[in-house]
Every structure is written in C-alpha cells, then in structure tokens.
C-alpha cells in the first residue's frame, strides 16, 4: 500500500505541493489526474524517494520514505516519466542491470527477466541494443526493469504518454494483470480516457491540492456528471473559482 500524508513541497516561491493525502490499495489500480502543473509528478517523486517533502510523509507498506527511503524504495518499482535506458546495452541487459542494482542473485535475475520478457511481449527485441528503440519499446524496457524484483507496489508517472494504440492497450493489460495478482498500483494521467478506463480509484489534483477523491462513480455521483471528464472539468472549474 502506498499513503501520503500531508506532503508538502516548495521550490522558492513556488508553492507545487500543499498538504497531499492519499491512499493507493493493494489489488487496486489509483489514478493520480490533473492537468499539466498541478504537482503530479513532484508528489510522484516524494512518494519514490527522490525529493523530499518540506513537510508530511510518505509511507510504502509502512515504511516511512523520509525516515526510512531505502526500505520504502525496496518495495517500490518506479516507471518515471521520460525514463532513459542505457542505449548501448540490449533490453536484456538493461532489465539484468537493475536486478543486480536491487541485490538479486545472477541466477534469478536471469529467470526474472525471462520471464518479464515474456510477459511483456519483448522476445523480437530483447537481445538487440536499446539505441533506436522505438518508444513502446523503451517503454517495455523501462517496466521490465521497474519489475525485475517483483515489487509489491508500482508507480508511474504518465505511462501511456507518446505510445501508438497497440501499446497502450498492451501496457493496459499488463496493468490489469498485475492488479489481479494482488498489486498496488499508482499511476498520473492528464487523459481522462486512460483513468476512466483502467482505474479502480481517482484522485484529482489542481495546483499542488487535491480536490476530489473516490471511485470515478462517486466522483461523477458528488459532481452530478455523466462522465469522468465533465466531473474533472467542475472539479477544476471549483478550484479556480475558490
């Protein structure tokens, strides 16, 4: 499970987070929505350790990420927005890389990886070096990597953004997969179709705030809307007008 309490961040004058709770459940997907600016990803990188909060906290299966990070990152796997992969090595080795960094054994990093291939669909390209990979391809690689020690919790940071059709609805299986078997999955989105579709719970933001949190139906139930979209727009209209 991973829950945020009452994070807060600063950047200067810049007030880009302000007092963030939120909960993502095991066997759930959690979307995190809001348009372009409203703190997503600065909350994101609080609750994977790379920032820390000016106040609040972050807990990852009850460990604190301020207090305790690297026990909160153990049990973190982190697909991060733009994420680079290392161009001269294949898939293969990237995924392999990541699993020495997180401490496994050759042997099972390399059972894991095969098996993340598999399941990722990457047997055409998992042996060829990573420059020039298209961009479901790097993405593959990217998740591969964030997956290779089996973490119960998942977060990524605009998973869908620059991928064709067919990798969407690639990435979106393997979303529901992993939420069947039991994981905890937080996930950003400004595309009110890929929340509406994959998500159990949603958690709206707008200027470093969140404004509205619930099952996409008791948000359109609190909103008096038919759709997602139109309960995020007076969410936001509300905002603006506060």
Not at 25 to 35: E, V
Not at 50 to 58: M, T
Not at 128 to 144: E, H, I, P, V, Y
């Amino acid at each position: 499970m991973i829950e945020a309490r009452g994070l807060n961040k600063h950047f200067g004058a810049v007030r880009a987070v302000h007092e963030v709770s939120l909960v993502a459940r095991d066997g759930r997907i959690t979307g995190l929505l809001g348009p372009n600016g409203a703190g997503k990803s600065t909350t994101l990188r609080m609750l994977y350790t790379v920032l820390r909060p000016d106040a609040g906290d972050a807990l990852i299966d009850g460990h604190s990420a301020v207090q305790a990070p690297l026990e909160a990152a153990r049990r973190l796997g982190v697909l991060t927005h733009g994420a680079g992969i290392y161009p001269n090595l294949t898939a293969r080795e990237n995924i392999l890389y990541f699993g020495a960094l997180h401490g496994l054994a050759r042997a099972e990093a390399r059972t894991r990886a095969e098996a993340l291939v598999g399941l990722l669909e990457m047997q055409d390209f998992a042996d060829r070096r990573a420059r020039g990979f298209s961009q479901g391809q790097r993405l593959k690689t990217a998740l591969a990597r964030a997956l290779i020690h089996n973490p119960r919790n998942l977060i990524l940071d605009e998973p869908t953004n620059g991928l064709d059709v067919m990798a969407v609805r690639a990435l979106r299986r393997l979303l529901r997969q992993l939420r069947d078997a039991g994981h905890c999955i937080l996930f950003s989105s400004h595309v009110m179709h890929e929340v509406a579709e994959l998500c159990d719970e949603v958690v709206v933001i707008a200027a470093g705030t969140v404004i509205g949190a619930g099952t996409p139906e008791e948000i359109r139930a609190r909103t008096g809307t038919a759709t997602l979209e139109e309960a995020f727009v007076r969410l936001i209209g509300a905002e603006a007008l506060a």
